[in-house]
């Protein structure tokens, strides 16, 4: 089983100003990772995934995050935000060995604010 | 580009009704999941449908939660005697490969 937890639940930066989200995992089988962005009202869309090889991965809208094996962590970051990026994100983890049917196990989330 | 859709957005009703949710995945997606999730809280694993067949169910879906994909292409979930406690945003997702879910935009479930 996994499972994963967000240290912040709320993160206030202003803008232009960059920002990183903290995830760390716990998992005794090799893991897929992921960060999901929810605005109000509406699904989830993949900001970006880490599921073998390079660790340091790229997503959408200028995020990046970084695999770190030995501290399971996998923390988001954006260098420069904007109020368009106002909304709440979701770190996830799944099996990566390639048995079941990869469920997602997410954290609860956490609240970005772009401040202008 | 047809991504995944569920009808309706919102449903309200009162405790002790049925109620039954539609999602369409994209349509060449074989893996099909529904999660849930309740105010602030991160979405949480209901069940998954590899084509037709429904092959994981989490505790979490009790006796009166059921879940079907007939022919392997939409799916839907029921849920009898409503409680005040399955309000939730319901969320569907659909996989071609597992490594990447897809999500709809979800029903929001209000028992009064």
């Known amino acids: 089983a996994q499972s994963v937890t967000q240290l912040d639940s709320q993160v206030p930066v202003f803008e232009e100003a960059p920002v990183e989200l903290r995830c760390n995992y716990s998992s005794s089988v090799s893991v897929y990772l992921f960060w999901y962005v929810q605005y109000p009202n509406q699904g989830l869309q993949l900001l970006l995934k880490y599921l073998s090889g390079s660790t340091l991965v790229k997503g959408i809208n200028g995020f990046e995050a970084e695999f770190n094996k030995s501290q399971t962590s996998f923390h988001l970051r954006k260098p420069s935000v904007h109020i368009s990026d106002t909304a709440e994100y979701f770190c996830?983890?799944?099996?990566?060995?390639?048995?079941?049917?990869?469920?997602?196990?997410f954290g609860k989330g956490t609240k970005l604010s772009v401040i202008p | 580009d047809t991504g995944v859709s569920q009808d309706p957005r919102h449903k309200i009703t009162k405790r002790g009704q049925n109620v039954t949710f539609r999602c369409d995945p994209i349509s060449e997606h074989n893996r099909l999941y529904w999660y849930r999730q309740t105010l602030g809280q991160g979405p949480e694993f209901l069940t998954y449908?590899?084509?037709?067949?429904?092959?994981?169910k989490s505790r979490l879906l009790s006796d009166r939660f059921s879940a079907e994909r007939p022919k392997g292409s939409f799916s839907t979930l029921e849920i009898q005697r409503t409680e005040q406690g399955d309000s939730a945003m319901y969320l569907c997702a659909s996989s071609l490969f597992g490594n990447e879910q897809f999500f709809g935009p979800g029903t929001r479930l209000t028992v009064l």
């Open positions: 449908f590899q084509n037709e067949a429904q092959l994981e």
């Open positions: 996830a983890v799944t099996d990566g060995s390639g048995a079941g049917s990869y469920q997602l196990t």
